[in-house]
């Protein structure tokens, strides 16, 4: 009986399949970034919808209007979290996997440094607003977190 191989997400690491052809790596890394987008995109619309879940109505209108207006006003409440935490997922997503991309391109190997590098340019970039405090604090944080998800993935592989 034929067994097909487990799916996976591409990672830059099959860009060096697509190296010789013409236009290959420019379209796998447009796949790598829609993919990384949409995933993250997704992954955010249920986060966010799980988290609105658990937000109470604040005001007193809120709380004694018909049962019918509650739902509503929770469910546009919903909606608003979800697609924040859907564009919020989807950047992050994206700019992590551009930059590890492009460092992966750049150095010409893959390890762990690519991994600590997009994590912390990700975290940076996505906490800059805060100022240069927040944004080495995001960049330390993302790339700790970026090291555990590779170790974690790399040994259930």
């Known amino acids: 009986m034929h067994q097909s191989p487990p799916l996976s ?6 860009w060096r399949k697509f ?6 790596t420019t379209v796998l890394f447009a796949a790598l970034l ?3 987008w ?3 995109g997704g992954m955010g ?11 109470n109505p604040t005001t007193q209108e809120e709380v004694t209007g018909k049962v019918r207006q509650q739902i509503i006003q929770q469910a546009k409440k919903m909606g608003q979290k979800s697609w924040s935490s859907c564009k919020s997922f989807a950047l992050m997503g994206f700019v992590f996997s ?15 440094t690519n991994t600590v590098v997009a994590g912390c340019a990700t975290g940076g970039a996505i906490s800059a607003r805060g100022g240069p405090k927040a944004a080495c604090v995001g960049c330390a944080g993302f790339a700790a977190f970026s090291v555990v998800i590779e170790k974690f993935l790399e040994s259930h592989t």
């Open 38 to 40: 949409s995933a993250g």
């Open 19 to 24: 190296e010789g052809r013409i236009f290959g």
């Open 34 to 36: 829609v993919e990384s």
């Open 45 to 55: 619309l249920a986060f966010g919808m799980f988290l609105a879940s658990f937000d």
């Open 9 to 14: 997400l591409f990672t830059c690491q099959h």
């Open 98 to 112: 551009l930059s590890e991309c492009i460092v992966e391109k750049a150095r010409a190997k893959h390890d762990i």
